[in-house]
């Protein structure tokens, strides 16, 4: 499978404890996006990649979360001091540069569960 | 603001019944709309987009800016057609999606 993957696909942790989320999107997108989404909801945009320029970052991204992409391949998602309210689906989700024609693909997800 | 509503959380339906799952956006200016699809233990995936005015899986989905939606339709419903339906709305920036908060179809025979 080529598409973007998600590791790990699911995470318990404790409260307060830290946890990070890895995601490789397919090869040669270099726009990579991170959502979550909660029981109900829909995907909820969290924060935005360009290369390794981090360009966007939504108002659910408080400080405890922190995403990189270093080398502009990979990218993390780390959420530090966890909450019972982060249990959530977190997607990763890749693309080509910006275009109409530029569809957005997404990963299987990562489960947390904050216990 | 810009926001996505999908008012419906359930639609069932018998295979063979006609289909129309519902979305309305708000939007200043001209939107990018989208529906995804997520059947079961599978990924979202995108099902079509208003630009291309392209008909996948028998769907199809027309803009209407005037009663500003973005419905769903499809003539003749499959079970296959099970699955977990977002409306999405790509943001003012062009940088994310905006999406609804989905519409479970079930398709029974």
């Known amino acids: 499978d080529t598409g973007v993957s998600q590791d790990p696909r699911h995470k318990i942790t404790k409260r307060g404890q830290n946890v990070t989320f890895r995601c490789d999107p397919i090869?040669?997108?270099?726009?990579l996006y991170w959502y979550r989404q909660t029981l109900g909801q829909g995907p909820e945009f969290l924060t935005y990649?360009?290369?390794?320029?981090?360009?966007?970052k939504s108002r659910l991204l408080s400080d405890r979360f922190s995403a990189e992409r270093p080398k502009g391949s990979f990218s993390t998602l780390e959420i530090q001091r966890t909450e019972q309210g982060d249990s959530a689906m977190y997607l990763c989700?890749?693309?080509?540069?910006?275009?109409?024609?530029?569809?957005?693909?997404f990963g299987e997800g990562s489960w947390l569960t904050v216990v | 603001a810009q926001r996505v509503t999908q008012p419906e959380k359930l639609l069932s339906v018998f295979k063979g019944a006609p289909v129309e799952l519902k979305c309305n956006y708000s939007?200043?200016?001209?939107?990018?709309l989208f529906w995804y699809v997520q059947y079961s233990r599978q990924r979202l995936q995108l099902l079509l987009r208003?630009?291309s005015r392209e008909s996948i899986k028998g769907f199809t989905a027309d803009l209407n800016k005037g009663e500003t939606s973005f419905h769903l339709k499809k003539p003749f419903a499959q079970e296959e057609d099970s699955a977990m339906y977002y409306c999405?709305?790509?943001?003012?920036?062009?940088?994310?999606?905006?999406f609804g908060k989905g519409t479970t179809l079930s398709v029974s025979s």
């Open positions: 989700a890749s693309s080509l540069p910006g275009g109409q024609r530029n569809t957005i693909y």
């Open positions: 090869s040669e997108h270099n726009r």
């Open positions: 990649f360009q290369n390794e320029a981090q360009l966007e």
């Open positions: 939007y200043s200016g001209s939107p990018e």
């Open positions: 208003h630009i």
């Open positions: 999405a709305l790509k943001n003012q920036a062009g940088t994310a999606l905006i």
